[in-house]
């Protein structure tokens, strides 16, 4: 029995890069002779087998380095998707960016990842193994980015390229959605920063008028007896100062009204 069967269809319903035809050496169970040169292999069953490797191996250093390795991948993989157009693009160029992309997470394995070779995109057939483990992986897809929002058709009649091309619009259709919803929270942060501002200085300077204010009154309340003497001794010549008056202004804060952004669902 197959232990890590359901973990890995966990793993695969959300990874990023779809399963492809991919081009393998078959070798003899009993002595490791190679059998079949061109045999050909879902691209996720030897992800999967890469991950029991290292699993078995446990190697703590070298795990932490490949995750940081596949998380650039990531980021990457977002970036190359952006410049597509997944809708019109040729779908050629839509395997030809899964290939490349499965080469270099196969590489963060093993060296030999960069090695891996595929079937053209016309191999695969109508419900053979990869046309049914596309279908499988579609179909987590579509509940992981769509949420039900849209008909989804898996027909034996849908070719591998269809499923390839809607599953890439889904993402890139995510991504989008992600990018503009970190915008509008940034947008309403940088808002309320500027808020905040406005009410600082506001604060700010009320506090310098009161203070202002405060000293104007202790420089009023002159000592009695030294006026009496002032005013005594030079009675004609002596001229008392203006009172200094302070007029404040008070800029009214008008704060900014909130932004409501609505969220569109994207596909990918």
Not at 114 to 127: A, C, T
Not at 176 to 187: G, I, Y
Not at 199 to 219: F, K, P, R, W, Y
């Amino acid at each position: 029995m197959d232990e890590n069967r359901e973990l890995r269809a966990m793993l695969f319903s959300v990874i990023h890069i779809p399963p492809l035809p991919s081009i393998v050496s078959r070798l003899d169970r009993e002595d490791n002779t190679v059998i079949d040169e061109s045999a050909v292999e879902s691209s996720h069953s030897i992800i999967g087998s890469m991950l029991e490797w290292t699993a078995m191996a446990n190697n703590q250093a070298a795990n932490t380095n490949r995750m940081g390795m596949q998380n650039m991948l990531l980021a990457q993989f977002r970036s190359d998707l952006r410049k597509l157009d997944p809708t019109n693009c040729p779908v050629e160029d839509l395997y030809n960016f899964y290939c490349h992309h499965t080469r270099a997470w196969l590489n963060t394995y093993s060296t030999l990842g960069n090695m891996m070779r595929f079937k053209p995109i016309d191999y695969v057939l109508n419900n053979d193994k990869t046309h049914q483990n596309m279908r499988g992986y579609t179909k987590a897809q579509y509940h992981l980015f769509t949420d039900g929002k849209e008909t989804l058709e898996l027909e034996d009649s849908v070719t591998y390229a269809d499923l390839l091309r809607k599953c890439a619009q889904w993402t890139k259709q995510a991504y989008e959605e992600e990018d503009n919803t970190t915008k509008s929270q940034a947008s309403r942060l940088n808002q309320d920063n500027d808020v905040n501002k406005v009410n600082d200085n506001a604060e700010a300077t009320l506090s310098h008028i009161q203070a202002a204010d405060a000293d104007s009154v202790t420089g009023s309340e002159f000592n009695d007896e030294t006026c009496t003497e002032s005013i005594t001794t030079e009675p004609e010549t002596s001229n008392l100062t203006n009172d200094k008056s302070y007029s404040s202004h008070i800029k009214e804060v008008s704060l900014l009204p909130d932004n409501t952004n609505t969220i569109e669902k994207c596909e990918s």
